[in-house]
């Protein structure tokens, strides 16, 4: 989609034509695919299992309604009377990818890198006929596997002319650091792309088709870096699952066509700890404090950080961190969206001064959005400078 004219990427995905990707419309086997919370692409497959991509980025039917963006219409691959299929794979190792720099962050000590480890695929497609003539069906599987690092690096401020003043370095202008320590946090995904399809055809001029795919996912991820690093991953189940059934049918020597399409669009994105023991609640310090307050959590290898007896800067805070959580992850989600659709649509071509087309249809849709909202724990706290602490309780 990318490659198409007018496209670029946004934060959320590929925008057309000026419109952000917020406001496209993802249609997969006649069926809507858009997220019904936050207009976003739900439901992905890959290039191997796509008969045909269609990109309308302006002057689209009433047909295709309920989009200021972007119509990207996706067909997939069907079985024919010749049996037909591939196998494929991809790998992608660290080692053909320059590392990443640390993002640099004033006011804080922790700064962090993400590098991918690798990312590898081993994928099948098989199409081909149950009964010539009548009856055929085409099925995929690819299990996608992505692991990265997140490096999590602490350094200390430096204050070489003993003023009090942490000093700056000249050519970045962010505050001079000295690295103490460093920690290796990984990241694993785990994506799943499956399409299944029957087509029949019970005449030349009546046919149909049920569709079948989905991307199911599960991340064990980094969740934030500024917490205690032994609780820094949850766990992430999302993606989709959808169901399409179509109906064609031809009349009057090909000059009518009825078309039907019914389907079930359900995507979904639940996080959670990763163990019950991280299912505690979260306290944060939304205030500087040093990053050797919480030397219980963080282990070994930050004694530089310390601003005790043997402090080499003592005028000033060596490692400072802002808004520390030393708990709980605190906000989880766990989120629905479902849309059931059905259209009916009748198109009539009509020979009279040229050709015309002539088209009408019923469709009708019911979305869904449903979000379970909790605290980690079933309550999260903040604490200020001040001393005072103020607690949110959602479970």
């Not at 023991?277 to 310090?285: H, I, K, L, T």
Request: proline letters at 3%; one cysteine or more; aromatic letters at 10%.
């Amino acid at each position: 989609m990318a490659a198409a004219g007018g496209a670029q990427k946004d934060t959320y995905g590929i925008s057309f034509a000026g419109a952000t990707s917020a406001e496209n419309t993802y249609v997969v086997e006649g069926l809507n695919t858009t997220d019904t919370g936050f207009g976003t692409l739900s439901s992905d497959l890959p290039n191997e299992f796509i008969q045909e991509t269609e990109v309308i980025t302006g002057g689209y039917n009433a047909e295709y309604g309920r989009a200021t963006g972007a119509i990207v219409n996706v067909v997939t691959k069907s079985g024919s009377n010749a049996l037909h299929g591939s196998v494929f794979g991809h790998f992608s190792p660290r080692v053909f990818s320059a590392d990443a720099e640390a993002i640099r962050r004033e006011g804080t000590a922790i700064d962090r890198s993400t590098n991918q480890d690798y990312r590898y695929d081993l994928g099948a497609e098989l199409g081909g006929p149950i009964i010539k003539d009548k009856l055929w069906f085409h099925v995929g599987f690819t299990p996608t596997f992505t692991r990265s690092t997140t490096t999590r690096i602490i350094s200390h401020n430096v204050d070489a002319n003993d003023d009090g003043i942490a000093d700056k370095d000249a050519q970045t202008g962010f505050t001079q650091r000295e690295e103490v320590a460093r920690r290796d946090i990984p990241s694993n995904f785990q994506t799943y792309f499956f399409t299944a399809k029957l087509t029949g055809a019970i005449s030349a001029n009546h046919q149909w088709q049920i569709t079948g795919w989905g991307n199911p996912q599960r991340a064990d991820a980094m969740f934030a870096t500024v917490r205690d690093p032994s609780s820094a991953r949850a766990r992430t189940d999302q993606g989709a699952y959808d169901l399409s059934a179509k109906w064609t049918s031809k009349l009057g020597d090909g000059k009518t066509q009825v078309d039907a399409v019914v389907g079930f669009h359900n995507g979904y994105n639940n996080a959670k700890p990763l163990s019950a023991a991280d299912d505690v609640a979260g306290v944060r310090y939304d205030y500087t404090r040093s990053l050797y307050d919480f030397a219980d959590l963080e282990g070994g290898g930050i004694e530089a950080c310390s601003d005790g007896p043997n402090d080499r800067y003592k005028k000033i805070v060596n490692c400072p961190v802002l808004s520390y959580t030393d708990r709980g992850l605190g906000f989880l989600e766990d989120r629905t969206n479902n849309r059931t659709s059905a259209l009916v649509s009748v198109t009539r071509r009509v020979k009279a001064a040229g050709q015309h087309i002539f088209k009408a249809g019923i469709d009708a849709e019911l979305s869904s959005y449903n979000s379970g909202r909790r605290f980690s724990g079933g309550s999260f706290l903040v604490r200020n400078e001040a001393g005072s602490t103020r607690t949110s309780r959602w479970t």
